[in-house]
């Protein structure tokens, strides 16, 4: 099989989920290239080589990000291709289940074969950050959602189901904001000169080159920001105001070191049946997970 993965990143965490899908699926034989969607360009990819297309992207206001559609609009699929989807976030409100609503437009236009869909845990750029120890907890659900992914594509099982009429509404109408939020919000972006160590790496990493160095040397901003927050979640002095953002509490400063939180031994659960609050929505999706994964691999299930 050969197959192609399209993605979108904004702090990187899709690039990462890519880059397991990828070496997951090549200990399979698949031979597996990857193109990361660059918002500045519009080009047109060869899509008819693969056997297989795998769409990646962060869900955004309940919806793919819209750097996303208007790079998946623009390709032209070849009828019957088999096309699967994979999205990640900090949440699993069943608000997010249409998020891929447009994406599928855009397939069944085209009379793509898509019949594949997967939510991948990781933590959030932006509101607050995650305990380390919940992110390993995290990683191994997706870990095992990989498996199931894998063990899905490599035997032909759809697991696509129809959405419900209110996270279509949702996806139609209240992640509408994000499409001119970042242009708007822009207008209150600064950097605090005092903070700011002039190391440039925020006009480099910026992927719509919306951040420039103005003639004194302070930052300055153009309206064409997608509110990925790499700027402001990778800066290294935290020099960045991201306007109503900033002023509701909701940056959130400083990568995480995944290499090091999968060192993390797990010894006990974050997430039980207890849990209340934000994450309780991660109870039920733990237990789809963990479901299938025992359905589909027993033996693993019985030696642990």
Not at 276 to 284: N, Q, R
Request: hydrophobic share 30%; net charge positive.
């Amino acid at each position: 099989m050969k197959c192609l993965l399209i993605y979108f990143t904004g702090t990187f965490n899709t690039r990462y989920v890519t880059n397991k899908v990828r070496d997951r699926l090549q200990q399979e034989g698949w031979e597996v290239d990857t193109y990361e969607i660059d918002p500045l360009r519009t080009e047109r990819l060869d899509l008819t080589p693969y056997d297989i297309v795998g769409l990646g992207g962060p869900i955004y206001g309940f919806c793919a990000p819209y750097a996303q559609l208007r790079f998946v609009r623009k390709q032209k699929f070849p009828r019957g291709q088999r096309v699967f989807i994979y999205k990640n976030s900090g949440e699993t409100y069943h608000a997010n289940d249409a998020s891929s609503k447009y994406l599928l437009r855009k397939l069944r236009h085209d009379k793509a074969d898509v019949q594949n869909e997967y939510h991948f845990l990781m933590p959030y750029n932006i509101h607050f950050r995650f305990d380390d120890y919940l992110v390993r907890e995290m990683l191994e659900m997706d870990r095992k959602l990989l498996e199931i992914m894998v063990y899905e594509l490599v035997h032909r099982i759809p697991n696509l189901k129809p959405y419900k009429m209110w996270p279509r509404f949702v996806a139609s109408v209240v992640s509408r904001p994000q499409y001119i939020g970042g242009d708007v919000n822009s207008f209150l972006y600064r950097v605090d000169k005092d903070k700011c160590t002039q190391c440039g790496l925020c006009i480099k990493r910026c992927p719509t080159h919306n951040i420039y160095r103005k003639k004194n040397g302070e930052m300055g901003f153009h309206h064409n920001c997608l509110m990925c927050m790499r700027c402001s979640f990778f800066c290294p002095a935290d020099a960045f105001y991201i306007g109503f953002l900033d002023d509701w509490g909701w940056k959130v400063n400083g990568g995480y070191d995944f290499r090091k939180i999968e060192q993390i031994q797990l010894d006990h659960p974050y997430i039980t049946k207890d849990t209340k609050g934000f994450f309780e929505c991660y109870i039920e999706t733990y237990e789809k997970i963990n479901n299938r994964y025992d359905e589909l691999f027993p033996s693993c299930t019985n030696s642990q």
